[in-house]
Nanobody, 129 residues
Framework: QVQPVESGGGSVQAGESLTLSCVVS?????????MQWFRQAPGNEREGVAA????????LYADSVKGRFNISQGSAHNTMTLEMNSLKTEDTGTYYC?????????????????????WGQGTQVTVAS
């Protein structure tokens, strides 16, 4: 069973940085997948934050985090990190690591995920003013 597991969440002040990590176990499919970070705050819609395709190419980011967040794959291909800088209070939410087969999908600037994706349990990020 494919299982992403997030770590690294916490509480910080606005302007500070935080790095999230994800380890994916059980993925035995081909080297053709998209690793993503989504987030959701109470009362808000789920939002795709960043995505990285295993086959290469530039990472994809939501406009709200461009220039502040960096997604990267670890030396072990089943790991991924999200470096978050200059955090804002509106970055508060539960962050989810997501993996799905195939290329990453961005439609009208919004990262999308299919029903076949595997989700982690989430890690909480709280940014105080």
């Amino acid at each position: 069973q494919v299982q992403p597991v997030e770590s690294g969440g916490g509480s910080v002040q606005a302007g500070e940085s935080l790095t999230l990590s994800c380890v994916v176990s059980g993925y035995t499919y081909s080297n053709n997948y998209c690793m993503q970070w989504f987030r959701q705050a109470p009362g808000n819609e789920r939002e795709g934050v960043a995505a990285l395709y295993s086959g290469g190419g530039a990472p994809l980011y939501a406009d709200s985090v461009k220039g502040r967040f960096n997604i990267s794959q670890g030396s072990a291909h089943n790991t991924m990190t999200l470096e978050m800088n200059s955090l804002k209070t509106e970055d508060t939410g539960t962050y989810y690591c997501v993996i799905e087969r195939g290329a990453c999908l961005q439609v009208h600037g919004r990262l999308e995920v299919t029903g076949g994706a595997w989700w982690g349990q989430g890690t909480q990020v709280t940014v105080a003013s």
